[in-house]
């Protein structure tokens, strides 16, 4: 099993959908977990962290489940320019903090 | 204004030439980090450092060296390139559990 799994989309919703992607990891020893965009042929840029309790930025919202060794990032009201490849982060713990990153969920959103 | 430079932005080279990208950070950040993202591989980290003089192996570590002589400057080495390393990298720099800001990226051709 792949240490950080994403279904890779694509994603094709119309503007003002609500969508959300789910993404698994193996190792129950993870501590930090993020969202990522990536735009095509261009840098990562930090989206958000993701909360034991979940937390909420604007309308975007990530969720944490340890149980079942998930995390989750819905959108609301999707925008044309939410069209990315959204990449999930786990970071493992030893000193380092280490991520792994997801291969990525792509998602176009058209009009 | 905060940010990771990266240079070259795009080389072409011939297999076996030495070549050297270079990363230079503005946050007076501990941590860099390099990666490399393939089509259908994601990214994946090839080596790190948490100080000045402190350098250490990530995923992929095949092929490349480093080096962290000042806390600023982390180029990537590739001694005697291959085709096998053509791809897309990434420099970054952490502030924190996760890498907070990526550089551009440098697009590398072996041929």
């Known amino acids: 099993r792949k240490e950080v799994e994403q279904d890779p989309g694509p994603f094709n919703v119309p503007e003002g959908a609500t969508v959300a992607f789910n993404c698994t990891y193996s190792?129950?020893?993870?501590?930090?977990f993020f969202w990522y965009r990536q735009d095509c042929r261009k840098e990562p840029k930090l989206l958000m962290s993701v909360y034991s309790s979940g937390n909420e930025d604007g309308r975007f919202t990530a969720q944490l489940n340890r149980a079942s060794q998930y995390i989750s990032l819905l959108i609301r009201d999707s925008k044309l320019s939410d069209s990315a490849t959204y990449l999930c982060?786990?970071?493992?713990?030893?000193?380092?903090?280490?991520?792994?990153f997801g291969r990525g969920t792509s998602l176009i959103v058209h009009p | 204004e905060a940010q990771v430079t990266q240079n070259p932005r795009y080389l072409i080279t011939v297999t076996g030439k030495k070549l050297t990208v270079t990363c230079s950070q503005n946050m007076n950040h501990e941590y860099m980090s390099w990666y490399r993202q393939d089509p259908g591989l994601g990214l994946r980290q090839i080596y790190y450092?948490?100080?000045?003089?402190?350098?250490d192996k990530g995923d992929v570590p095949e092929g490349y060296k480093v080096s962290r002589k000042e806390k600023r400057n982390f180029p990537l080495i590739l001694e005697s390139p291959s085709p096998n390393q053509t791809s897309l990298y990434f420099c970054a720099s952490r502030l924190g559990y996760t890498e907070a800001f990526f550089g551009q990226g440098t697009r590398l051709t072996v041929v």
């Open positions: 982060v786990v970071s493992r713990s030893g000193g380092s903090y280490i991520p792994t």
């Open positions: 190792n129950s020893a993870s501590q930090s």
């Open positions: 450092s948490m100080n000045v003089e402190v350098t």
